[in-house]
């Protein structure tokens, strides 16, 4: 974190050196009192970012694997389902989607007679976990179809039914299949939040928006929004990379 | 309980259109062993696995003391776990250890308690010699070791009849023995078994029956000594000439 800031320290010094250009690095000067009260109104959208980010990959978590779990069917039937979700839900950009979701389904609902306001918040969570759980479903699919047949086999042997067969036999083998490409997931909803400054969500983009409108300085704050994605997500890598290694020295 | 264990009539299954069992017709009694043999693709398997639910039939009617089978693939609850089934491939749970393996089934589908379940899963460790490898995971044990592991978590199911199929192909040839003897041992403890295998020494020593399938038939069956001795089919004494000729 530090070394970036001084990184970005020297940028600002050495572009501001030069007279041909003028860059206004003095908007997010960390030195400076009004750039460091601009950094602090960047920064402060990341709780939200990380908060939307959390709950929407949460229910699609959830989300994907009782999409999955049809396409594993035997039945021709419920595989139909499966597709028709993942093919329509994955085919489908996330800014219409959005929109979608934040204008639409309160009509959609209004129309049932349920009185559901959708808040940018929540609009955005179900946008996003909606969208990824076409991926995630697919990651459930791959990694549960990889789990020998004769694993559920021996399970309905020994008297186990369908339910306990995932949870005891299928899915602990699955998981650490699962997982790695799961956390991954976890880095497209953390990107695609940004979407959700279109509908108001105050998070990182919105607040670089709002400090652009002002400032007139969209390389700089721009810029630095980038930085934070890129800080964001080289945690959640790490964080990927220490997981795959655990899983993987956990094999045999 | 009847004394008819495993009942087949004109049994017909399909794979598309490939016909894989044709009118099968066999009868299994309480305490009876059974050994299906035949060449690779004869149904012989098959027959095993519709016994045991694992793949639907079309036609005919199998009767699982007195149970009917449906054709619906679904599980019949009411045969569940009272038909054990020993695979080629042992099948046992990578991911738990071998006590786990055989607590699984009694603690979830039959209700038992953990310490209900760890005295049986330890009686049936001791019982196919294995009663030292409790804490271990299934694959750090050998071959054989491992089917005796999968035989011992079918027996704590207390099943009423065990299948078994080819329960020794995968095994390296110093591992078949200790497996064909804990099987003899449960046929002189009176188990009903049917047993898909090419041991002709291990079906000569138990079978009361012999069946010999190909290409989806049941073409000859009869005690071993008959069966053995003077076989009536071409088919029988060719298949019986390859695999007894070492």
Not at chain 1, 5 to 31: A, E, R
Not at chain 2, 38 to 67: A, D, M, Y
Not at chain 2, 181 to 200: I, N, P, Q, R
């Amino acid at each position: 974190m530090t070394r970036i800031f001084l990184s970005l320290s020297v940028l600002l010094v050495l572009t501001g050196c030069s007279s041909s250009q003028t860059w206004g690095w003095y908007v997010v000067n960390p030195m400076t009192a009004s750039g460091w009260v601009n950094i602090k109104f960047l920064i402060s959208g990341m709780g939200d970012t990380i908060l939307i980010s959390l709950i929407a990959a949460t229910i699609s978590i959830l989300l994907g694997l009782l999409v999955a779990l049809p396409g594993l069917s035997d039945k021709r039937g419920w595989r139909i389902v499966n597709r028709v979700y993942v093919e329509l839900v994955r085919s489908i950009p996330l800014l219409p989607m959005l929109f979608w979701v934040f204008y639409g389904l309160p009509l959609i609902f209004r129309s049932m007679g349920l009185d559901i306001p959708i808040d940018p918040f929540w609009g955005a969570i179900i946008t996003l976990a909606l969208s990824d759980s076409a991926f995630t479903a697919e990651i459930y699919r791959a990694g549960i179809q990889s789990i020998a047949k004769g694993q559920a086999e021996a399970a309905q042997t020994v008297g186990l039914n369908y339910a306990q067969t995932m949870r005891y036999v299928i899915l602990p083998q699955a998981i650490r299949r699962i997982l790695p490409p799961l956390a991954n997931q976890f880095i497209y909803i953390v990107k695609m939040s940004a979407f959700a400054s279109v509908i108001g969500m105050q998070e990182l983009t919105r607040r670089a928006n709002e400090l652009v409108v002002t400032e007139y300085r969209p390389l700089e704050i721009y810029t630095l929004l980038i930085l934070e994605y890129l800080v964001l997500v080289l945690i959640i890598s790490a964080g990927v990379r220490w997981l795959e290694r655990r899983m993987g020295s956990d094999e045999r | 309980m009847s004394d008819t264990a495993i009942e087949l009539v004109s049994v017909n299954k399909w794979y598309d259109k490939f016909h894989v069992l044709k009118d099968i017709n066999l009868t299994v009694k309480s305490g009876e062993k059974v050994v299906i043999c035949g060449p690779s693709g004869s149904g012989k398997s098959t027959v095993v696995r519709c016994i045991n639910k694992l793949e639907p039939h079309q036609q005919g009617v199998i009767r699982v003391n007195g149970i009917e089978l449906g054709n619906d693939p679904k599980p019949v609850a009411e045969i569940q776990g009272d038909v054990g089934m020993v695979f080629q491939q042992f099948n046992l749970f990578p991911h738990l250890s071998v006590l786990d393996n055989l607590t699984l089934g009694p603690m979830k589908a039959r209700g038992l308690s953990k310490a209900q379940a760890e005295e049986k899963a330890r009686h049936y460790l001791a019982r196919v010699r294995i009663p030292d490898q409790a804490d271990k995971r299934p694959g750090q044990l050998s071959g054989g070791q491992q089917q005796r592991v999968a035989i011992a978590r079918s027996l704590c199911m207390e099943p009423k009849i065990l299948l078994f199929d080819e329960p020794t192909s995968a095994l390296d040839p110093e591992m078949i023995s200790e497996v064909l003897d804990v099987m003899v041992s449960l046929a002189e403890d009176g188990m009903t078994m049917v047993v898909v295998t090419h041991e002709m020494g291990f079906a000569r020593k138990v079978a009361d029956n012999m069946v010999f399938m190909d290409a989806g038939e049941i073409v000859e069956t009869g005690t071993p000594e008959h069966f053995f001795t003077n076989p009536q089919s071409e088919r029988c004494k060719t298949f019986l000439s390859q695999i007894l000729q070492h």
